[in-house]
């Protein structure tokens, strides 16, 4: 099974609003089998036990949210350069 790509900001996000450990830590974390198994359905968003959720888009996390924060505020698929069938169509 193919690893997650994860952004520095998701990196640096995950340290802020979840805790504060070395960045290999949250690569290891975020590539857990719960996220691997989101990303190979194609769920945008994994609930963390904290609250905090992961976001993910085409095996990459984008970012972690706060708790509380609402899920549709951040909605990639609304967005014309995160469209899947826009950015096959064009390559």
Known sequence: MP???VTRHAISRYQERVESVPEHEVHRRLNSPTCLKAAEFGAPYVKLAGGQRVVLFDWRVITVLACGHWEG?????????????????AS
């Open 3 to 5: 690893e997650l790509f």
């Open 73 to 89: 505020r951040l909605a990639p698929a609304r967005d014309p350069l995160n469209r899947r069938e826009e950015r096959y169509a």
